[in-house]
Each structure stands twice: as C-alpha cells, then as structure tokens.
C-alpha cells in the first residue's frame, strides 16, 4: 500500500465525558455528562473509551452506547486495568473473558476500532513481561489490538517483526522528553490499522501524579504541521485505517488540537474548523 | 450541572481493621462481638462469616450455633475510629463534601466541583482506592455516580471487592434488572407489600404510576416512586473536618455501669471538646451522645444547646441529661462518644457592666484553669468530679 488517499482515518479525542469542555466552549453551555456523548458525535467521528479501563465493560452499557452513535462511529476501547496495571496470575484469563462479553455489543455493531492495550510504565521488556504480553495477546486473539508501550526497552526491532507477524498494531505516542519513555517514532506493524496518540509534551506534569498536570498541554502550530506531514507520509500510505486521539484532555486542549489536525491534514492551510461543526476526513 | 458522587465502602470495616493488626485472620471467618457479654450481639463479622449464615445484630449465641469453630474478638471502638479519621483525612483532600458513617467504612464524596483540579471523578475515585490500600492496607470497594442513592446500591452491587461506574443518564437502565431490595429507603413493610402485587424488580415496579403508588404507599408513594428512577437530590452532606463538629471518646478498661464513672468521663470528654472550642473562638450548640454498650448495642441522645456555649460547666449540665436519656439499659458500658454539633462564633455583643452571676464566676474558673494548663500542662489541674474513680484516666 503505498497511497495515503485510500487510507480512511479516524481523529478524535480520549474521552469525551469532560465539564471542563463546557468552559472552553466545545460543548454548549449547560451541557448535562449524558448528552455530551450526543455533542461530541456531531464533530468526531471517533473517541477513546478511557471508563474501560478503570471498569471491566458491562454489555448492556456498552449496548445503550452503541444505540446513542451513528453507524460510522467507532470506539476504541482500553483494556482493563486487571489486566494491564494489576494482573492476578490465576485470574486474568477469566477476566479476559469478562472484557470479551464486555465488548461483544461493540464487535457485534461493527463499532469498535480495536482495542487499547495500555501498558504501564514499570512494564519492561523483561522476560516475565515478555511472556505475559504474548499470553495476552494469544487470549485477545481474534480481536482488532493496538499496543501502546511506556517504556523504552520495548524500541526494539523484534518487537516491531513481532507484532508484524501477528498483525498488532504498535502506537505511536507522543509524550514528552523524558528518560524512560517510549519515544516518538512513526511505525505500522499492523497494514490494516496505525494508531497515534497524542498525551502533550508537559514533561514537568508527567509524573506529578495528577492527571490535570500530566495532560495539560497545547500543541503548537508547528509541532502538529510536522505530524500531519508524517501522518500523511508515513503513516497513511501503511494502512488501511489510521485511529489517532489526543489525550491533553486539560481545558479543551484535545478536541481543538484534534481539529486542527484534521485542518491541516484537509490542507486547509490556517483556516481552522469551527467548533462543533462536523469534520470527517 | 449533574453532580458526581463517589461511594467508599470498606466491606466488614471492623474485620478489615482487625485483620491489618494480627494478618492471620485474613480470609477466615471472624465475628466481632463481646463475647462475655450477656445478650451480646454481632457487632461486625467477615465475608466468610457471613456466607455461614452470621448477620450484624445476631443474637451472638445463635451465631455461635451456625459454627462453633469462628473466632470471636470483641469489638474496638477506638480503634474503629481512629482509622475512620485516617480515612477521612485523605479524602478531605479532594472535596471538603464528605458524608461519612460512625466508623463503619462509608464515605461519600461530592467531586463535582474537584473536577477542574483533579481530573475525572473516576480517576479521583481509582486514586483514594490505591491510597487507602498503600497507606492503610484497606481495599475499599468505590462507585460514581450522579446521587448517594446509585452510587450505593452500585457498591451494593459489587460488594466485598471491586468498582462500578453509574454514567451520567444511566441511572434507569441500571437500576432497572434490579431487586427491589436493593434500593435504599424501601424498607420490609414496603417491600413485603409490593411483593404482595407481585413485583420484586425495579422494572416492574416502575410499571405503576404516581397515583398507583399512593394507593398502597400513602405519603411515602413520592419517594418511592423516585427512587426506583434513581431519583435522590439529597446533598452530600457539606461538612468541615474543623468547623462543623468536634468529638471526643472514651473506653473503659473494664466495663462499666457505674453512674459516677460515666459522669467522670462524660466531665473529661467536654473539657476536652470545651478547650479546643475556646482555642478556636467557638461554641457548640448541639451536643450527641452515643453509648456502646459491652452487648455491642448502641443508644444515641443528641439535645440541643441554647445558648450555645464553650463552658465546660455549662456543657456538662445539659450533657448529664442527655447521659440519663441514653443510658436505657442495664448492661454495661464499653465506650462513650460524645459529638459538639453545630459550631458557631460566639455572641460578640456583651454586656457593658456585666453583673457578676454563677455563670460569669464560672467562666473565670475556666479561664484560670486554662491558664493554669497551658502553663504547667493538663495535668497539672483537675476538675473534682473527673477524681470520682482513679481508674478514670485524663
């Protein structure tokens, strides 16, 4: 594949569910939590669901979501956090299970662009690890997965051939300057999906410990110029489908940087989309 | 704006506290109770105890016939509330609404307001459980949701472990599938009429109108009718951990129901209370009282105080009656709590010529005393009634 024109991306936001949005101006005044879902829909056309991850998903809620979208929306959904952050070694294929009926609603809707496989950052590449991630990722099998690293030892090209061979895909995150971390890179394991993540370059809040710190970050004019041009490059011609989601949630930053992705990536130069007017790419 | 409202449950508080001082108790069967108590009751009693068949407020000699073989601690009042106001104390770090039981393990918290420095309620919520569980070695079970009422019956739902998240607008569908049982404030008379008509869901019982409903339920149809919707404006109670109430407790070493003990230590509880108020410009104008008794069984007399005071003297008269109100029983007394509510500054308006009164003379003695204490230290003087039985401690 080598033409970004026949690549269909899905840009938006982690999360939707923020009151703070309503200060910023993305959503209208007065919006109640229930109806942003509803908002958000009339300019993405994707979103992260960050709940997943704290809650193993419950289908019946997972089914009203699905009622509340149109047919061309998708959700990437995060894997639960027993199974990435607190893994019990006896429980968790049990708990696979659970995330799989969780999600059947989804997969059944034709709503789900995969799943977000967010590993923390004290995962390293070791051999505990190593063997853990491919248990998990032979017990998801079947399943559309994007596995996004938080550490740096994982930059590795057996790695990369690794989730090649198994069509995974690898995200690609942008995050800040930091020892440790995973860095920037641009790479398509998976030619049916690329997926970037964008949490802000806010290395004095990364590890603060509170998310509001942690996230909040405006990309700048130039930073998201530099990504479009790699995202279109890059990215596009790899794959078929790309997601990409911006996570400095903090004071509407990800919904206007996202839409200004989306501008750049039109080629409409330095007119910017209006908030709260459809864009779809 | 909707409201985001977390739940905290510690399952079986008492038991978890236990556990976390002597480990080998985790994952067994333990029941809390006086055990040399007569008519003792169970206090608290862990999962697995229940799953036996033992309940809170078991007479303790039946729950001793479903299994012999469970240990039986007796209870530690103290100790409960100690950890409670550890909890607490983290928890003040993210709203200053909190609504919180006597020492059993349940918090709410109002976040809707937190959101803008701390991040998603949800997040809030994951935080203080990992909190709780690093600094305190206790695993809370957590819940969001729009109102105490959804965000209860959710850690109802998964209770002794894990976590549920009501989203906004969710509240009908997820109470729904539910038993009726479930709902807090349907009590059995309500119940056991509703299953008379054959509902025992939620669903089904929302089939009934307004009107319907006040056919059998009267008075109480609103409120029925509301909380099968989910429906609870009820606020998290606003509370300020240093301007709302001040509390001091007292245990016995041996049991006791000696009228002269409890007076003692009642005397000792309200200089203590009475100290911090004049430290800070207040006074109390409410006052509770909660006996335990050594049964496990609890009374609690609450009174006001008109005018609302700071004097210990003045305190104690209306505290003695309200010691006469609770104390009901027989049975002895294990642990004393008592509660100065609704504090407020005092009257700055004074007279210009005070005539010396009883109560004046009063206030001298105590600002003397206070002196006295700050100087050479609380010990150093002594109100006669607190010497009545040199057991009784300061």
Redesign the interface.
């Known amino acids: 594949m080598a033409d970004s024109t026949a690549c269909r991306l899905y840009i938006g936001t982690s999360?939707y569910?923020?009151?703070?949005w309503i200060d910023s101006g993305f959503y209208p005044d007065?919006t109640?939590?229930?109806?942003m879902l509803d908002c958000y829909i009339k300019t993405f056309h994707t979103t992260e669901l960050?709940?997943t991850w704290?809650?193993m998903p419950k289908a019946?809620?997972m089914e009203?979501m699905c009622e509340k979208v149109p047919a061309h929306f998708k959700f990437a959904a995060k894997l639960t956090r027993t199974l990435t952050h607190e893994v019990k070694k006896n429980l968790w294929q049990k708990e696979v299970l659970a995330f799989r009926q969780g999600m059947e609603p989804l997969i059944r809707a034709k709503k789900l662009l995969c799943i977000l496989i967010q590993l923390p950052p004290y995962f390293e590449r070791s051999v505990d690890f190593r063997n853990y991630l491919a248990a998990l990722l032979d017990e998801l099998s079947g399943l559309h997965l994007a596995v996004e690293f938080r550490h740096d030892s994982w930059v590795n090209d057996k790695v990369f051939s690794e989730l090649q061979r198994r069509k995974i895909t690898l995200v690609n995150v942008d995050e800040p300057d930091l020892p440790g971390l995973f860095p920037r890179l641009c790479v398509v394991t998976n030619p049916d999906l690329f997926y970037v993540r964008f949490h802000g370059r806010n290395a004095k809040g990364w590890r603060s410990g509170?998310?509001?710190k942690q996230f909040d970050y405006d990309y700048r004019d130039e930073e998201l110029k530099i990504w479009a041009a790699r995202i279109e490059n890059e990215l596009m011609p790899e794959a078929a489908t790309g997601g990409i989601f911006f996570n400095n949630h903090v004071r509407g930053q990800a919904p206007k940087n996202a839409l200004r992705l989306i501008d750049l990536l039109l080629r409409k130069g330095n007119k910017k989309t209006p908030w709260n007017e459809p864009s779809s790419i | 704006?909707?409201r985001a409202v977390i739940h905290l449950n510690i399952a079986d508080f008492a038991v978890a506290v236990e556990a976390n001082l002597a480990p080998t108790l985790k994952g067994r069967p333990l029941i809390i109770a006086p055990e040399g108590a007569p008519r003792a009751v169970v206090y608290d009693m862990s999962d697995e105890a229940y799953k036996e068949g033992v309940r809170k407020g078991m007479p303790l000699s039946r729950a001793k016939r479903l299994n012999q073989k469970i240990p039986i601690l007796a209870p530690s009042f103290n100790r409960y509330e100690q950890a409670m106001k550890a909890l607490l104390k983290e928890t003040f770090a993210f709203t200053p609404l909190i609504e919180y039981g006597q020492a059993d393990g349940h918090i709410f918290m109002d976040v809707t307001a937190s959101?803008?420095?701390?991040?998603?309620s949800?997040?809030m919520a994951?935080r203080l459980k990992k909190i709780f569980k690093k600094a305190f070695n206790l695993d809370p079970i957590w819940s969001v949701a729009?109102s105490k009422l959804v965000a209860k019956v959710a850690t109802r739902l998964v209770k002794p472990l894990g976590?549920?998240?009501v989203?906004?607008?969710?509240e009908e569908?997820f109470l729904g599938p539910l038993p009726l049982s479930l709902i807090p404030g349907l009590e059995k008379p309500e119940l056991k009429r509703l299953k008379e008509f054959n509902l025992f869901f939620v669903s089904e019982a929302r089939t009934l109108t307004l009107e319907q409903l006040k056919i059998p339920f009267l008075q109480k149809a609103p409120l029925i009718y509301d909380r099968i919707r989910g429906i609870d404006p009820a606020p998290v109670r606003a509370f300020s951990e240093t301007a709302s109430t001040l509390s001091a407790d007292h245990e016995f070493s041996d049991d006791t129901n000696t009228a002269g003990s409890l007076r003692s230590a009642l005397y000792l509880m309200i200089e203590q209370i009475c100290r911090v108020l004049r430290t800070r410009n207040l006074h109390g104008a409410g006052t509770k009282l909660i006996l335990s008794y050594s049964d496990g069984v609890q009374n609690t007399s609450t009174s006001r105080l008109s005018p609302s005071t700071s004097n210990d003297m003045a305190m104690f008269k209306a505290s003695a009656l309200l010691l006469d109100k609770a104390w009901t029983r027989r049975v002895r007394i294990r642990h004393m709590r008592l509660i100065c509510e609704k504090l407020c500054p005092p009257m700055v308006q004074t007279e210009l010529f005070t005539p010396e009164t009883r109560e004046t003379k009063q206030a001298c003695l105590i600002e003397a005393m206070d002196k006295i204490r700050k100087r050479f230290g609380k010990h150093a003087i002594r109100a006669g009634l607190t010497l009545t039985e040199n057991r009784i401690g300061s």
């Open positions: 999360g569910s923020y009151g703070e007065g109640h939590s229930s109806n960050n709940y704290y809650q019946p809620a009203r509170s998310m509001q | 704006m909707e959101k803008r420095l701390f991040g998603p949800v997040d994951f729009t976590e549920y998240i989203a906004p607008g969710d569908a």
